[in-house]
């Protein structure tokens, strides 16, 4: 599962590049995959993009979204900008699914693991600071999901773990509010919406104040989620994909 830093407590370390550079070209391997994996998704559902203006040029950023199935990571890889390549942080049990493991090799996506057991993660945590930071500072967009967790419900919110904001205070990037809307359960053709914040300066805020702030902007830009009455052709199949990052319930979590 996707996650924010798992929010636990502790500074994490300076950041250990004062200049930014220009970051390299994405990989052949990942330019290609991302063609075939738009045009694949393009094909399964639509997808309506809005505040594309809003995403930072010149500088890096830190995207927060709220996680709701499988397919939230691709939809954010969609309707951002490809260039610089995103780097995604997740649970290292992602590699626990040889599917998704071998799809994140192939893909060459950028993809930084975080250890989801407490004392592995806790002991690790400097090295994960810098590794972030340096993404960072090298011109790489970080993607976290706050909540921790994949939700249940369309158009909720969950309470968000303050590593991203950790992250921004100590970087000083612009945080980029994204708000999914539609992932949560899938069918072909299904309108699937993404809308994209205002990015918020982190400088000279409070951490509390700063996710209190990101989270009140997330629940801004949520589309409103409306049921539908037609064919759900291929649900059950296309909503659990990927069953490792799917909850049918609130039990599953």
């Avoid at 927060?64 to 942080?89: G, I, M, R, S």
């Avoid at 599917?99 to 192939?106: C, D, K, N, P, Y």
């Avoid at 539908?228 to 909503?239: D, I, M, N, Q």
Wanted: proline content about 8%.
């Amino acid at each position: 599962m996707l996650n924010g830093m798992a929010g636990q407590p502790g500074a994490l370390v300076s950041a250990v590049a004062e200049q930014k550079t220009t970051p390299v070209a994405s990989p052949l391997a990942y330019r290609t995959s991302h063609l075939l994996m738009a045009s694949a998704l393009r094909a399964m559902f639509r997808f309506e993009v809005s505040g594309r203006s809003n995403v930072p040029r010149g500088s890096s950023y830190i995207v927060v979204a709220n996680h709701l199935n499988w397919l939230d990571a691709f939809a954010l890889l969609l309707a951002l900008p490809k260039e610089p390549q995103l780097q995604l942080v997740g649970w290292d049990t992602i590699f626990d699914s040889p599917r998704l493991a071998r799809l994140i090799r192939t893909t060459r996506v950028g993809f930084i693991p975080i250890h989801r057991d407490r004392i592995k993660r806790s002991l690790r945590r400097p090295e994960t600071g810098r590794t972030l930071q340096q993404s960072l500072n090298s011109g790489f967009p970080v993607v976290l999901f706050p909540e921790g967790q994949v939700g249940c419900d369309e158009g909720v919110v969950m309470p968000f773990r303050p590593g991203f904001a950790r992250l921004a205070r100590v970087t000083g990037m612009p945080i980029l509010p994204v708000a999914l809307s539609g992932t949560r359960n899938l069918w072909l053709r299904k309108k699937i919406l993404v809308a994209i914040g205002s990015p918020i300066d982190p400088r000279g805020m409070e951490l509390r104040t700063l996710v209190e702030r990101t989270h009140k902007a997330m629940v801004g830009v949520m589309p409103e989620h409306r049921a539908f009455r037609g064919l759900k052709l291929f649900e059950r199949r296309l909503t659990r994909l990927i069953p490792s990052l799917t909850n049918w319930t609130a039990a599953d979590l």
